[in-house]
């Protein structure tokens, strides 16, 4: 028997988001429809071989502001593509795939790595992640709860806030 779909969430212009493959429980995304992929801000990318497969090694300051929070990561490399930012130069980009959280759903998802240190969300949560899961209403922010993030990281750090 089919599992019935699970109707379409309404997410706001920006929402937190967990990465739990990545061991990430929480960044402020911005959700941006105008963008085929997803990115995410990554530092110190590498890649690697293991047992023959190419995976990609990087560091992740998951809260803007903050770069005493680093988590570092590792993932199953997808791909290389050539990817047009927002001030329309083209990068070559990394591709990974993983599981994205948001308001308790997981579903897999792409994201490209790239330096966002200059901009002020650390991801962005492109149309392919969104599509036939999600909708977006542009008056409406942080529907999966405004404090989600930080209370994320209060928790992983026995009650105390990242610095």
């Known amino acids: 028997m089919k599992k019935p779909k699970e109707p379409k969430m309404i997410i706001g212009w920006r929402e937190w ?5 990545l061991d990430v429980p929480a960044v402020k995304a ?11 801000h990554a530092f110190d990318v590498e ?10 090694a990087f560091n992740v300051h998951p809260l803007q502001g903050n ?5 570092p990561c590792s993932a199953p490399l ?9 001030g329309g130069q083209s990068q070559n980009r990394y591709v990974i795939a993983t599981t994205l959280l948001l ?16 901009m002020k969300f650390r991801m962005l949560l492109g149309r ?16 999966a709860g405004a404090t989600h993030g930080r209370n994320a990281y209060a928790k992983r750090n026995k009650g105390h806030l990242p610095a």
């Open 47 to 56: 890649p690697f071989e293991r047992d023959g497969r190419r995976f990609v």
């Open 17 to 21: 988001v967990g990465l739990p493959d």
């Open 103 to 118: 308001a308790g759903r997981t579903w897999p998802i792409e994201l490209t790595l790239t330096n966002r240190d200059e």
């Open 128 to 143: 392919n992640a969104m599509s036939g899961r999600l909708l977006v209403d542009p008056s409406l922010s942080m529907q």
């Open 78 to 86: 997808v791909d290389r593509r050539k990817v047009t930012n927002s």
């Open 67 to 71: 770069d005493n929070l680093v988590i």
């Open 30 to 40: 911005k959700v941006d429809t105008g963008a085929r992929t997803s990115a995410l």
